[in-house]
């Protein structure tokens, strides 16, 4: 069992740093190189450490500090006086520092930052949507990474920004990014904003910015992960029960398919709507829904109309969801030439395991419940996509054998090895 790796300080790395330059007559970065491969060779993990010589302040004998807590603390002395366009100009700073290394975030995190941050939102939600915009900016940053630092208070004032703020695309794409980051690996977060009201403003952003395609990505990503169940800390989550609320209280999937219309012409939005949609259609009767608001109509048209591989793989993920044991689906799939466009899909991207794993999925799913579609789909050529995948990409084993079985192909089972050869048989 491999043991996990030894953690240090960052001011114990920067001591070390200290020491090579004072002892060691070394230059400030032959003395970071010099520590680094001392701690790596004890094991220690330096993946949380700033790997730079702390500077030196040129007004007199303090601590050498870093950049990211000397703006930190320029931060902190421009909200205690309560002025923002300094405000504005440290958190710009800080914003940089951080998105520099996530380092630089986990140490200004250890050195209270998210409190000084919330400080500065507050000012900011008091005087302009500018520095409102920035002190969401450097929390998004802040938190990437690091749910645990939001407490209640900042959740709540979290969802008041977004509402408040619904007409901003800038600010509701921020303030989106930050629920993201809030959730991610977080249950209790996650649980906490859906009380606190955020779904509904998550779907409103997609109907009311449907031309940003900002906003459109990071709702859907952040509508994702609501239905996450990630967190290793809580044996069962909401997710099931998020989902739902997604689609039957926030009418979920019609905002999704809508929006998947106006951005026909944007590869990257539409992997994100299309991955969206898989994630609900965890119900019979939602399936049927997206069916019932031409959702089938929209994706086998996705499916053929979109050469990029990620669009690919998301349509094809969505339309397996729906044709799992659901022969009508099926069919209406088939007529619209989804199995044509997903074989093509494998032949376009022979490389792209995702696509050729979704498109194998697919196919069994649509003959799984409905034989007489086999021998249509073989004679498009699947049966030697279908190897062509299983032999490329070790992820495809299964779903091959389980395609190939269920088109009534022979599937040749690989023989494990039994010790036959060599000196091993008894």
């Not at 491999?2 to 400030?28: C, L, W, Y």
């Not at 969401?136 to 509402?163: C, I």
């Not at 099926?330 to 395991?353: F, N, T």
């Amino acid at each position: 069992m491999k043991m996990s790796a030894k953690r240090i300080t960052q001011e114990t790395f920067d001591a070390a740093v200290h020491e090579n330059i004072e002892e060691f007559e070394m230059g400030p970065e032959e003395a970071v190189k010099e520590a680094v491969e001392q701690f790596e060779s004890q094991g220690v993990d330096l993946s949380n450490i700033i790997k730079m010589a702390p500077k030196v302040s040129a007004d007199g004998p303090q601590e050498p500090t870093h950049d990211i807590l000397q703006a930190l603390d320029d931060l902190q002395e421009s909200v205690a006086r309560s002025h923002p366009q300094e405000v504005s100009a440290h958190l710009t700073r800080f914003l940089e520092q951080c998105k520099q290394h996530k380092a630089s975030r986990f140490l200004a995190a250890q050195k209270g930052a998210y409190p000084i941050l919330l400080a500065a939102w507050k000012l900011a939600v008091a005087s302009d949507q500018g520095l409102l915009l920035q002190a969401l900016n450097a929390l998004s940053a802040l938190t990437d990474g690091q749910p645990d630092l939001l407490d209640t208070q900042g959740l709540q004032l979290l969802v008041v920004t977004l509402a408040q703020n619904a007409d901003a695309a800038d600010l509701t794409c921020s303030g989106i990014r930050c629920v993201c980051h809030a959730s991610l690996k977080h249950e209790q977060n996650r649980q906490s904003l859906v009380k606190a009201g955020v779904l509904p403003l998550l779907t409103g952003a997609i109907t009311r910015h449907g031309h940003c395609a900002d906003v459109v990505r990071e709702a859907c990503w952040a509508l994702r992960v609501m239905t996450f169940d990630d967190d290793i800390r809580v044996p069962f989550g909401h997710a099931h029960d998020h989902a739902k609320m997604i689609v039957q209280e926030n009418g979920g999937l019609k905002v999704l398919i809508e929006a998947a219309k106006a951005f026909s012409d944007n590869p990257s939005v539409l992997s994100e709507l299309c991955s969206t949609l898989s994630r609900l259609a965890v119900r019979n009767e939602f399936c049927q829904e997206i069916v019932d608001l031409g959702g089938l109509g929209v994706l086998v048209a996705l499916l053929a109309n979109c050469s990029d591989h990620q669009v690919c793989e998301q349509s094809c993920a969505a339309l397996c969801v729906l044709a799992l044991r659901k022969p009508e689906n099926s069919r209406v799939i088939m007529e619209g030439g989804g199995a044509l466009v997903a074989l093509r899909a494998m032949k376009a991207h022979p490389a792209e395991a995702g696509v050729q794993k979704q498109a194998c999925m697919l196919i069994r799913n649509l003959v799984a419940r409905s034989q007489a579609f086999s021998q249509p789909i073989l004679d498009l050529g699947a049966e030697a996509l279908i190897l062509q995948a299983r032999a490329a990409h070790r992820d495809c084993e299964d779903v091959a054998k389980a395609a190939l079985r269920d088109l009534g192909c022979r599937v040749e089972l690989r023989e494990l090895w039994t010790g036959q050869k060599g000196n091993l048989a008894p």
